[in-house]
């Protein structure tokens, strides 16, 4: 094994662009589009609140929303123009009990905003039905005072999303599917122009030279995925909610299952060419299904939320979303990454078998 990671180690010596290009790319491709995720203004209006009571409830929504949303209190007739101008497209109207939103075509900020503003009367609404039965103020104080907390469960149609972590997590996520595919890419190339047939014929053990491609294209994975965490955390400043070191953790299987499927591309092709043409089509597809340009639950498709089930940059965007802003139960985040791991037998079962026929 210790040959084949040498052999790597001469390439990159040889060839560093080569190698380091896809990792400078993947943190310049994260940082410009992961990292900028500005706070998103919409214009709000209502036909039943007073200006003052709307100026309130505007300004409470922006609060529990966080930075990444800012409600602008105005007159019906002027958000009904800067919509028909799309400066933005879309609006709320805010009265007592509910929220709607306004929109010239659906796009994913919609979406979300909808989210946000559901998540605000739910949690107004469930305060209210409390105040009816006993003082509210009484009821926090006692909440406090005996160290009890509440959580509200997310409706149908609600999910967390953050606007800066979603696109760093769902950008690096996909830019590491073509680093690891790549990297071991050399697999069928050695096998093109005969090099492969020479080591099998060497003193290096079939297990030893399999287990050097693996290791290599993991560790370059691994290394490429927490250089881009470590620098968006102590460079960039991005807030990831507490999870920062579980992040670490939580990639681990991702990398394995991605080092996996190149090795199960690695035996389907029969050329260097052929798996030239077909990660870039791997990589988008499965970024597309599987949330990392926007949040899978914008998809309307049902039928295609359920193929992207099977897809593994959806788990890991479960497990890295699950262990930052999303909250996830221990539970949730052992199942995503048990499915990661079972991905990757099956891949890696599949694809060596491949190589071996061939």
């Known amino acids: 094994m210790s040959a084949v990671l040498y052999q790597y180690l001469c390439m990159i010596r040889r060839r560093p662009l080569a190698f380091w290009g896809s990792m400078i790319l993947t943190i310049l491709f994260a940082a410009v589009l992961g990292g900028g995720g500005g706070q998103l203004t919409v214009p709000a209006a209502s036909d039943t609140l ?9 300004e409470r929504l922006s609060d529990q929303a966080g930075n990444r949303l800012s409600v602008d209190p105005s007159s019906v007739n002027e958000m009904e123009e800067k919509i028909r101008r799309s400066s933005p497209p879309y609006g709320v109207m805010l009265e007592e009990t509910e929220g709607s939103v306004i929109q010239v075509y ?45 959580e509200l469960e997310q409706a149908e149609g609600a999910f967390p999303y953050d606007q800066s972590l979603h696109p760093l997590f769902g950008f690096m996520l996909f830019f590491v599917i073509y680093a690891v595919a790549f990297s071991l890419s050399t697999i069928v190339a050695q096998r093109n122009d005969g090099t492969w047939d020479r080591l099998i014929l060497s003193p290096v ?16 994975g691994l290394v490429q995925m927490y250089m881009i965490l470590f620098l968006f955390r102590f460079v ?50 499965m970024a597309m299904l599987g949330g990392a340009f926007w949040p899978i639950e914008l998809v309307p498709s049902g039928l295609l939320q359920q193929i992207g089930e099977l897809i593994p940059l959806k788990h890991g965007m479960d497990l890295l979303i699950g262990t930052t802003y999303g909250g996830a139960s221990l539970e949730s985040l052992m199942l995503s990454a048990s499915i990661l791991l079972l991905m990757s037998v099956l891949f890696a079962g599949v694809g060596f078998n491949l190589i071996e026929r061939r």
């Open 205 to 220: 053990t079939k297990l030893q030279l399999y287990l050097g491609h693996v290791t290599f294209a993991f560790v370059f």
């Open 236 to 285: 960039f400043q991005v807030d990831f909610h507490g999870g920062f070191w579980f992040t670490l953790a939580a990639v681990i299987p991702y990398v394995l299952a991605v080092v996996c499927l190149g090795i199960l591309l690695s035996g389907l092709v029969r050329s260097y060419k052929m798996l030239d043409a077909i990660i870039p089509l791997t990589a988008v597809s």
């Open 106 to 150: 659906e796009a994913p900020e919609t979406a979300l905003l909808l989210s946000d503003v559901q998540s605000f009367y739910r949690e107004q609404n469930m305060e209210a039905a409390v105040a009816e039965s006993l003082d509210l103020s009484l009821w926090q104080e006692r909440v406090a005072d005996y160290g009890f907390q509440y």
């Open 50 to 58: 007073a200006d003052e009571d709307l100026a309130e409830t505007a």
